[in-house]
């Protein structure tokens, strides 16, 4: 496993390299006729000073910056000077320069001690975050997928008929939490009741889900409808599982899409977000390694259990458990940072905050929607969240129906995710410095066309894998597999490339392109941006899979248009993109100036 301090080393190395590559190589500097010192930009070099040479050697010191001459030496006027031989009792001395110019090396690659008292805080909250989110995303859907009477089917409805209207529900919540309360107290009243839900679903909820569902009930109901009703019906039949796969997808909508990052656009400038955005994601894709290693290890745990014991019942205690201890660690830094981060004026402009905040203007629903809609800024971002969430949708509803056929087993699918979430954040972590790179050489829009061409060939190419199957036999063959787990492979790495430069490149520019804007825009446009285009997003793919399901009879005969049309959603995203990159440019211009 991935050391912490040596993925940490990894990046400091890179933003050293990055940095001083920019560089002059050298610079000389001479305070006087007496004293004299030779220096490197770079802190690799050492440090020489002499003192009390007349003029002349000086001036003959002058042309020889990169080295000392004993010749020169031997004839110099001074008699003080004598000759310059490294000596053993001279070589201490480098030494001790050489030491210190390595410990310089890297603490001119740390932030300041400013900036460190915020961001270090900010990224244990997004590692926090992920890690309760990797541990909830694979728990949903081993859940819900193998459920009785259940499959992957029934994602597309439960996103479109359950997420979505959850979604907008909270967003009209959270519209009146921000009239009415101040923004900690919004993050706490968010916060906690997630972590009570996980908590009592865990120890109440699970353990009677027998009595719970209506298994009885909707076996009559199914007796009498088409079979083409068997998903809807199998939502209504594990009622609580599907609450508990909403209440997860809400929590990356809602923690870490629009409670995190307000709360990071709240105490970041936009230089420091140019410079830290992409590199928070370093402790919460740690997370994902570290999750995605705790599921497993749940997963093999169960295994070996007594036959008659609940495993999934004894399994979501510890991972239950464990979304809990992160969420009580992530109260506890937010608390810190409203403590001792927001009042120190070296961290916060402390006297901008203690301001009388403009009275906010409550809108309606529909007022909101409008002022969104009329707003181009905002509904280029719409889109292009939109666009994601549908995309993915798209391939991953595939991916995950051959995913079940190739472990039906629920152990084997929860350790294959648990192996999946670690990859994906070892492959993070490699994308979030890479994408500190593109930000500082190509920009913003250039940073925000990766993910759409990422998906694009990696989604493209697993649809044809799919669609041309009995071409790609002798293939699987050769490499020892079968066709169904080399779609299953293909399918994977599709997700995990997706995934990985979205959260090293497609937040970080969705959360910049906020910074910008109004207070009125950044807060309710947020709001209506992340929980509401999210899921719109999934349930826009969702909605497009059970047409198409119902119009050719199966998810494996939609595919060609499903690889049709996710190449026309890239082409509206691309457009989308290049928009909003000009938009963005002309507001930042606007910022700087005033």
């Known amino acids: 496993m991935i050391r912490f301090t040596q993925i940490i080393f990894l990046a400091q190395f890179f933003i050293t390299v990055n940095s001083y590559s920019t560089c002059n190589p050298h610079r000389r500097t001479v305070d006087s006729a007496s004293k004299f010192q030779i220096s490197s930009i770079s802190p690799q070099r050492c440090y020489w000073n002499t003192h009390n040479y007349p003029a002349a050697s000086t001036a003959q010191l002058r042309q020889n910056n990169h080295g000392m001459n004993n010749n020169f030496l031997k004839n110099s006027p001074s008699k003080n000077v004598g000759s310059l031989n490294m000596s053993d009792s001279a070589k201490p001395a480098m030494n001790s320069q050489e030491k210190k110019g390595f410990f310089s090396k890297i603490t001119s690659s740390l932030p300041p001690a400013n900036e460190r008292k915020k961001l270090v805080p900010l990224a244990m909250m997004f590692f926090c975050i992920l890690f309760n989110y990797t541990i909830l995303r694979d728990t949903k859907d081993v859940l819900m997928i193998t459920a009785p009477k259940s499959g992957a089917e029934v994602i597309p409805f439960i996103k479109t008929y359950v997420n979505l209207p959850a979604a907008i529900g909270f967003t009209v919540i959270y519209s ?44 009559k109901v199914a007796a009498i409808l088409p079979l083409g009703f068997s998903a809807p019906l199998a939502i209504v039949r594990n009622w609580s599982y599907a609450l508990f796969y909403v209440m997860a997808e809400m929590w990356g909508s809602v923690v870490a899409s629009l409670l995190f990052w307000s709360f990071a656009n709240e105490v970041t400038t936009v230089d420091e977000a140019k410079k830290y955005y992409p590199l928070f994601g370093l402790g919460a894709n740690v997370a994902l390694i570290f999750s995605g290693q705790y599921v497993k290890w749940v997963s093999k745990m169960r295994a070996n259990l007594a036959p008659g014991v609940d495993a999934w019942g004894m399994s979501l205690k510890y991972l239950m458990g464990a979304v809990m201890a992160s969420g009580g660690a992530l109260i506890g830094i937010f608390s810190y940072m409203q403590r001792n981060v927001l009042t120190d004026p070296a961290c916060v402009d402390v006297a901008a905050r203690a301001k009388p905040k403009k009275k906010k203007v409550k809108m309606s629903m529909k007022d909101s929607f409008k002022f969104l809609v009329d707003s181009p800024y905002i509904r280029n971002l719409a889109t292009l969240v939109i ?152 349930s826009g793919g969702s909605f497009i899979q059970q047409v198409l399901i119902f119009g050719v009879g199966s998810l494996a005969a939609a595919t060609p248009y499903l690889a049709v049309i996710l190449a026309g959603l890239i082409v509206v995203w691309f457009k989308a993109a290049n928009s909003l990159g000009a938009q963005f440019n002309d507001a930042m211009a606007v910022v700087e100036s005033e």
């Open 176 to 219: 009146k939490l921000c009239d009415n309360m101040e923004q900690k107290n919004v993050f706490y009243s968010c916060v906690i009741p997630f972590l009570l839900f996980f908590a009592s679903f865990a120890l109440i909820i699970y353990p009677n889900a027998g009595a719970l569902h209506p298994h009885a009930f909707v076996d």
């Open 387 to 538: 666009s994601y969430g549908m995309c993915i949708n798209i391939v991953e509803v595939t991916w995950k129906s051959k995913l079940k056929l190739a472990f039906p087993n629920p152990n084997d699918y929860s350790a294959f995710m648990g192996n999946f979430s670690s990859v994906t954040g070892a492959v993070t972590l490699v994308m979030m410095l890479i994408g500190r790179t593109i930000f500082q050489k190509f920009g913003w829009r250039v940073a925000a066309l990766v993910t759409p061409s990422m998906i694009a060939v990696t989604g493209l190419a697993f649809f044809a894998l799919n669609i041309f199957a009995p071409t790609f036999v002798p293939v699987a063959t050769a490499l020892g597999t079968t066709p169904l787990m080399l779609a299953v492979l293909i399918g994977a790495a599709q997700n995990i490339l997706s995934k990985s430069s979205k959260y090293a490149l497609f937040d970080p520019c969705k959360e910049m392109a906020y910074i910008p804007l109004d207070q009125e825009s950044k807060t309710k446009g947020k709001a209506a941006v992340d929980v509401i285009g999210n899921p719109l997003g999934k």
